[in-house]
């Protein structure tokens, strides 16, 4: 059976860090563009940071660049998500998504994702 599973979130005050992992299994993420997305309360999912299968190339959201980096393990068969300078606005649930697209726009910003996870919670609040 084919899952994503995500761990790592959790509660941090602002200014924290943390690192989401997503392990897949049933398949292997090698030839698979890789993202995060979240979801806060009221708001729609928005594609956080997206890797291609190369490592190649990489997305970051306006919101979130210079704070995270994302990064694969094609050997553990895992995706990471390194969140550092967390702010307030970053709580929602994250989620791990993906998908055989051709670009890591196509994922991220178009949301053409094949696969989810089932989400984690991330809350920065002090």
């Known amino acids: 059976q084919l899952q994503l599973v995500e761990s790592g979130g959790g509660l941090v005050q602002p200014g924290g860090s943390l690192r989401l992992s997503c392990a897949a299994s049933g398949f292997t993420l090698d030839y698979y563009v890789i993202g995060w997305f979240r979801q806060a309360p009221g708001k729609e999912r928005e594609g956080v940071s997206c890797i291609s299968s190369s490592d190649a190339s990489t997305y970051y959201a306006d919101s979130v660049k210079g704070r995270f980096t994302i990064s694969r393990d094609n050997a553990k068969n895992t995706v990471y998500l390194q969140m550092n300078s967390l702010k307030p606005e970053d709580t929602a649930v994250y989620y791990c998504?993906?998908?055989?697209?051709?670009?890591?726009?196509?994922?991220?910003?178009?949301?053409?994702?094949?696969?989810w996870g089932q989400g984690t919670q991330v809350t920065v609040s002090s």
């Open positions: 998504a993906a998908g055989r697209v051709a670009t890591v726009q196509a994922m991220c910003v178009i949301g053409w994702v094949g696969h």
